[in-house]
C-alpha cells in the first residue's frame, strides 16, 4: 500500500494538473470551433449547390437531349456530379423507355466513361465511390470495370463492384462473379454474394451448375443456396445430383430448388429429404412438398407434423392447409396422429389462413364418417383438446394415416 | 491521516484521469469507426435487402402494460417497417387499462390456439389471438409478470422466427429500422448473434402518426442533457465496446437476437433488474464457455427514438433501477473477472464496468468526503482543488462535445442552429448540479439493492404525442 502511496506522491499531480488543464480547454476551444465552422461552411454549400441543382433541372430536357453542349457542365466537377446525381435517382424509378434514354445521354455524354476510367485508375474511396455509380448506371460496358474492382484489396471496394455486378442482373456479369469467386474463394460476406448472384443467375440458372460441382466448402453452400433460389424447372433432373450431397445447405437447397420440379419427380426425392438428420434440409423438403400443392404430398406432410423441430412441424401444417379441398380427411388424420404439437400447428395454421369456419361447415356436411366421429371431430375443432385414447406411439399413428391415405 | 487524505485525493485525481482518457480512447475509435460505416452505407443499399427473398424472418416482441393510448399507432408503426418476412408479437402484460379491447377493436383480433412452447419462463397466458386485419399481427394476452422481462419471454415463447427483435411498445422506430440493423447479421450470419440498435431520445421532436416528422431537441433542460449523455454512451462507449467485441448491453428498447440462442439461456431473467444487460452478459459467458466465435454488433444508424423521463423523480428513479441492474448482473458474474476463458469480456470489459460505472458514484462520494475532511483539517491544497475541479470540468466537456461532433459528422439529425447551440451549451452546463445529483440517485440505487428493495416505480409518459400538438 505504501508502495502505491509513494508512486502517487512521485507522479506528481499538481504538476501535471495545469498541462491538463491547458490541454483540455484547448480541445474544447477547437472541437467547437470546428463544429461551428463546419456546420457555416455546409450551409453556405448547400445553399449554392440547391440553387445549382434547381437550375440544372429547369433546363433538364435540354440536358440530356444534347440541346445543351455537354462540355458546358461536364468541365465543372461540381456540376458534373450534380447532373450524374439527377440521371443515376432517375434511374431508380424509370420505366424500360425512359432507361433507355438516360443510357443512351450518359453514354453520349461520356458519364460512363468518365467512371469506367475512375473504377480502373482510381484507387481507395475513390474507386469505390467510382465503382457505386458504375453500377447504378446498368451499362453493360462497366462489367469488366466492375470485375476488375472484384479484386481489390479492401473489402469495401469488392463489395461495391460486387453489389454494381449485381445491378446489373445479366448473366454475362453472374459469369464475371462465377470465375472471381472460382479463383478467389469466398473473400465477402455471403449475403451481398448471394444477392448478387440471385439477381444475375435469374434468367438463366444453369450457369451456376458448372461452378458448383468444382466449388468447396463455404462458397458450394453460398452457389447452392443461390441454386434454391433460382431454380426452374428448366433445371429438372440436374438438381437430383445434390440431393445426396454431404453438405447440408446443398441438400437444403436441392430441397428448396426441387419446387419448381415436376411433381412425379421431385415428391419421392422431397419424401427423403423429410427424413434428413438436419432440420432445416427437412424444412425445406417440407416447404417445397407445401409449394407442389400435390395431394401425394399429404402422407409426407402429415408425418412433417410429427417432426422434433417446431418450425419443420409449422411449415408442414402451413403445406396441409393449402389443401382446401381435403380438409375434412385431412383434420381428420391430423387428430389421428395424437400429436399436440403437431395438432397445434395445424390449427394455428389454419386458424392463419382462416379457414376453421370452414373447415368447421365441411366437416357438419360430410357423409364420409359417421355421426359418432363426426360429433368427436367437431368437439376437438371446438375445444382444441385432442381426444382422450390411448397412447399410440407415432408408428402406428403414421402406419394408420398412411393406410387412410 | 493527512498524509491519507493527501494521497487519496490523489489518487482520485488519477481515477479520473484514466475514467476521462478512457472515453477519449473511445471516441477516438468511434469517430474513425463512424466514418468507415457511413462509407459503406453509400452501397449498402437497404432497399435492395427490403426485396430480397434471402433475408431471415423476424418476429418483433413488443411487450405493452397499460398502452391503451398508444398501443394502436405503435403496432401500426411496427406492421409498416421495411421487412420482407415480419411477424410482430404484443405481449399484453396484465394491462388494467383498456389496452386489449384497443387492439381487439382496431385490428380484429380473434383467439387462436398458436403453437406456445414455454421454454423461458413466464407469468401464465391467459389468451393468444391473431388479427383480421394483418395475419403477420399476434398478440399474447398473459396475466401481469412484474416486469419486462417476464412479458418479452411469453412472446418469445410463441415466436417463430430465427430472429426476435425486442422493443418497446411505446418507443417510435424509422421505417428502415428492421434493415439496418439486420445489416450486420447478413453480412455474417454465422457469427453475429445479436445486434443492437442506438436509442435515441423523443422528446421535443414533432410527431405525426406515430412517425418522427422533424428532429427537434427538447425544450427543458433535464431532458437535452439526456439527449448528451444518450449522444455520449451510445455514439462514443457503444460503438467503441463493439468494435472490441465487447459490447455488454443491448438496450430493451430495440435490439435483434438469434431465437435459438435466447430459449437455450431460458430467454430473459425474469427478476432480472437491468434484463437486456443481463442476457448479454448470459449470453457472452455461454458462448465464451462454449468457445464459439461470435460477434455482437451494433448499429449506430439513428433507428429508435424513446421517451426519457421529464422530471426528476423519473429520471431518479430511472437511474436508480440502472445502477442496481448494475450491481444485479456483475455481482452474480463476479467469477468471470480476469478469467482468460472469458477474453476481453473478462479482462477489460468488465473490469471497466466495475470500476468506472458501478463504483463510480461510490468514489466519487469518498472523494467529496476526503476532500471536506481535508479542507476541515487543513490539508487540502486550495490551488490544486481548483485546478483538479477546472481539469475535471474541462475534460469532461471535451468527451460530451466530442459526441457532439460526432453527431454532427456522421448523423446530423438535430438541423436547427438553435439546437446545436443548445445542445453544445449543455455539454458545459451538465457538470453542475446535475452530476452530482446524478451521483445521489446512483448511491441511492445501491442503496436500495442492498436493502433488496428492487421494486420497478414506472416513469410519467407523455406517450406518442408531438410537443407542437399539446
Known sequence: ?405 | MIHFLEISNHALFYYYLASNLSYLIMLIIAVKTSAAHQRRLESSMPGWIKRSPLVPPITILAPAHNEEKSISVAMRNLLDLDYAELEVIVINDGSTDATLEVMQREFGLRPVRAVYVPQAMSAPVRGLYRSDVDPRLMVVDKEPGGSKADAVNAGLNAASSPYVCVVDADSVLERDALLRIMMPVLADPKRVVCVGGIVRVLNGSEIEAGRIRRVRLPRKSIETIQVVEYLRAFLIGREAWAQGNMLTIISGAFGVFRTDLVRALGGYRSHAIGEDFDLVARLHRYLREKGADYRIHFVPDPVCWTEVPSDLQSLGRQRARWQKGLLDVLWPNRDMLFRPRYGRIGCFALPYLWLFELLAPVIELAGILTIVMAASLGALSREFFIQFLIFGYAFATVISIGAVLQEELTYKRYNDWQDVIRLVSYCFLEHFPYRQLHMVWRLQGLWQYLRGDVVWRPMKRQGLRSPATD
Open chain 1, 1 to 405: 500500500m505504501e508502495f502505491a502511496f509513494e508512486i502517487l506522491r512521485k507522479l506528481n499531480p499538481a504538476a501535471l494538473v495545469l498541462k491538463a488543464i491547458l490541454v483540455a480547454i484547448v480541445a474544447d476551444s477547437l472541437l467547437l470551433a470546428y463544429i461551428l465552422l463546419r456546420r457555416t461552411y455546409r450551409k453556405r454549400y448547400f445553399a449554392k449547390r440547391d440553387a445549382r441543382l434547381l437550375e440544372l433541372r429547369q433546363k433538364w430536357d435540354a440536358l440530356i437531349s444534347g440541346e445543351i453542349p455537354y462540355e458546358t457542365w461536364r468541365k465543372s466537377p461540381s456540376d458534373r456530379r450534380l447532373v450524374e446525381t439527377i440521371v443515376l435517382d432517375a434511374f431508380e424509378i424509370a420505366g424500360p423507355q425512359e432507361s433507355a434514354r438516360l443510357l443512351r445521354f450518359l453514354r453520349a455524354s461520356g458519364l460512363i466513361e468518365k467512371r469506367i476510367f475512375g473504377a480502373r485508375q482510381h484507387r481507395g474511396w475513390r474507386r469505390h465511390r467510382a465503382l457505386v455509380a458504375l453500377g447504378r448506371m446498368r451499362a453493360p460496358e462497366g462489367i469488366p470495370a466492375l470485375a476488375e474492382g472484384l479484386r481489390d484489396r479492401a473489402l469495401e471496394t469488392r463489395l461495391a463492384a460486387l453489389r454494381g455486378l449485381g445491378r446489373m442482373a445479366c448473366p454475362e456479369a453472374a459469369e464475371e462473379i462465377l470465375i472471381w469467386v472460382g479463383e478467389s474463394g469466398l473473400v465477402v460476406p455471403e449475403f451481398p454474394l448471394q444477392s448478387a448472384l440471385v439477381q444475375c443467375c435469374a434468367e438463366r440458372p444453369q450457369a451456376l451448375l458448372p461452378y458448383l460441382k468444382h466449388a468447396q466448402g463455404a462458397v458450394r453452400e453460398v452457389l447452392g443456396r443461390v441454386l434454391g433460389e433460382v431454380a426452374t424447372p428448366s433445371l429438372g433432373a440436374d438438381l437430383l445430383q445434390f440431393v445426396d450431397d454431404d453438405l447440408d445447405e446443398l441438400r437444403a437447397a436441392a430441397a428448396r430448388a426441387l419446387s419448381h420440379a415436376e411433381p412425379g419427380m421431385a415428391i419421392d426425392v422431397l419424401s427423403e429429404l423429410t427424413q434428413d438428420p438436419v432440420w432445416f434440409v427437412r424444412l425445406r423438403a417440407v416447404v417445397s412438398l407445401g409449394k407442389l400443392g400435390h395431394v401425394n404430398t399429404i402422407p409426407v406432410l402429415l408425418r412433417g407434423l410429427t417432426d422434433s423441430n417446431r418450425l419443420v412441424r409449422l411449415r408442414a401444417a402451413e403445406g396441409l392447409v393449402g389443401f382446401r379441398t381435403e380438409m375434412v380427411q385431412i383434420f381428420e388424420k391430423t387428430v389421428a396422429t395424437q400429436d399436440r404439437y403437431g395438432f397445434y400447428g395445424y390449427l394455428t395454421a389454419l386458424e392463419n389462413a382462416g379457414l376453421q369456419g370452414k373447415l368447421e361447415a365441411e366437416l357438419k356436411a360430410t357423409t364420409r364418417i359417421s355421426k359418432q366421429e363426426q360429433a368427436v371431430l367437431l368437439e376437438v375443432l371446438r375445444t382444441g383438446a385432442l381426444p382422450v385414447a390411448q397412447p399410440v406411439s407415432p408408428d402406428i399413428a403414421m402406419s394408420a394415416v398412411a393406410s387412410r391415405s
